[in-house]
């Protein structure tokens, strides 16, 4: 059983790391360059910092990270949606982009959690 759980919790931290690299590019890239809600950027591009808190801890295949940060994950998935429908042109394309990394990184990291259980109650952590 714990070989099935690795095999299965592997894709999911993969999958979790790549959606929160990818989350905090486009976060910053948004509010700096593409579709800043002022010329020249915004301190909007500050909502990427809270990404940074969890980035250790998911490097590192962390299950505790994995599930403090699927409930961070959804001030995101709410700011992308909110703005999804109430922007238009680059900007909601932006949010709808955001949207889908959220929800790719909320389904991972309760993957990786679910995943990782058994091991966790073996370890008697």
């Known amino acids: 059983m714990a070989r099935l759980d690795a095999t299965y919790s592997r894709p999911c931290n993969f999958a979790a790391i790549a959606s929160l690299l990818l989350l905090i590019v486009l976060c910053l890239a948004w509010e700096l360059w593409l579709a800043p809600l002022r010329p020249g950027g915004s301190w909007l591009a500050l909502k990427a910092l809270p990404l940074l808190a969890p980035l250790f801890g998911i490097l590192h295949a962390r299950r505790y990270t994995h599930q403090w ?8 998935l709410l700011e992308g949606l909110t703005r999804a429908f109430s922007d238009n042109g680059m900007m ?32 008697g952590d």
């Open 92 to 123: 909601q394309m932006l949010a709808i982009v955001e949207v889908v990394l959220a929800l790719v990184f909320f389904m991972a990291t309760l993957c990786f959690a679910r995943a990782t259980a058994q091991q966790h109650i073996r370890a």
């Open 69 to 76: 940060a699927s409930l961070l994950i959804l001030l995101y």
